[in-house]
């Protein structure tokens, strides 16, 4: 086996129901062409869609169906000092009843990326960040419905990306955060914090009810994902996915996709783990 670094694949070349071989870049910008028997794309939920329409395979199917892991944080001041930052990033998980349609992880991050979660504008915020020791963080997470898209930009070598939050996945996600304060001022935190546009801080569990009013649409909340998933959808039907149960696409013989895009809705909780048992899933299928 030959590993090549730093080596861009800019299409799939194929020939009737076979995929002949992979056209790429390097970093020098050298171009090469891998001829292969088999072909295994595992680029991740955004680009694999990409490259399987430039290469014009799937056409009308990959890149639809794109979901998410869509999260927000909430942020937690307590009295004592806590020193988050020194113990695991993520440390707890809570997985309320399934009818609920969320996840509450706590999460906390290195000083520069807590200051980009944290709430508040100019001296709140600077206020705010004075108190990074006694802080935690918990994020409500919601696994979205699969309404995005993802295709090649028109113009340039990017890709346009079309999203919006479905205002009940933003619901789910709100309601999360109602119980992520409850439970941490419950606790013992002097104050609760969405990231809000709007600052807000809540002191006693009760007020918490008013968040839905307060936050009038998802604009209003700071919402990230560094989960996409879907896009090549796993389907035994060739009209509703791109890759059978094999992981072959559709139409082809020798040709792959295993990674995240290949899921067929949002799983909520994160999904390395999940992409490694695909691996070892498609290890026994793909000759
Ligand atoms: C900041 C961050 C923190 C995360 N934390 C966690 C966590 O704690 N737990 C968890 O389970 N998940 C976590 N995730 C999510 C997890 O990393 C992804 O869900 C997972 O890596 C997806 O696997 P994948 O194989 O689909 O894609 P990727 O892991 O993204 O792999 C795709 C690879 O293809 C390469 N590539 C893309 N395009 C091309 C091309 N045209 N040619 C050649 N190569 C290409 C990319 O460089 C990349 O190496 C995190 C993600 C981020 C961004």
Not at 183 to 200: F, K, N
């Amino acid at each position: 086996m030959r590993f090549v670094a730093e080596c861009q694949a800019e299409a799939i070349d194929s020939e009737g129901r076979r995929a002949s071989g992979v056209r790429c870049r390097l970093s020098d910008g050298r171009r090469v062409t891998v001829r292969a028997r088999t072909v295994i794309v595992a680029a991740g939920a955004i680009a694999s869609s990409v490259l399987l329409q430039r290469s014009g395979i799937a056409r009308g199917r990959a890149g639809r169906g794109l979901a998410f892991n869509m999260a927000t944080p909430l942020t937690a001041d307590f009295p004592d000092e806590l020193h988050s930052e020194r113990g695991l990033q993520i440390s707890h998980y809570l997985e309320p009843p399934a009818e609920a349609g969320y996840a509450l992880e706590t999460w906390f991050n290195p000083i520069v990326t807590q200051a980009l979660f944290m709430p508040g504008w100019f001296e709140q915020h600077r206020r705010n960040m004075r108190r990074y020791a006694h802080m935690t963080c918990v994020g409500s997470v919601v696994g979205t419905k699969s309404g995005g898209s993802v295709r090649p930009a028109l113009l340039g070598g990017g890709v346009t990306l079309d999203y919006t939050p479905d205002p009940d996945d933003v619901a789910r996600v709100v309601a999360g955060l109602k119980l992520a304060g409850r439970i941490m001022l419950e606790a013992g935190a002097l104050r609760v914090m969405p990231s809000s546009h709007r600052y807000l801080e809540f002191r006693a569990p009760g007020d918490l009810d008013a968040l839905d009013q307060l936050l009038a649409d998802d604009s209003d909340l700071l919402l990230n994902s560094a989960h996409p998933q879907g896009g090549n959808a796993i389907s035994v039907d060739r009209d509703r996915g791109v890759v059978d149960p094999d992981l072959r696409v559709h139409d082809f013989e020798n040709l792959y996709v295993c990674d995240a895009s290949v899921f067929p809705s949002s799983i909520t909780v994160n999904p390395q783990l999940t992409v490694m048992a695909l691996a070892d899933y498609a290890s026994s299928r793909i000759s």
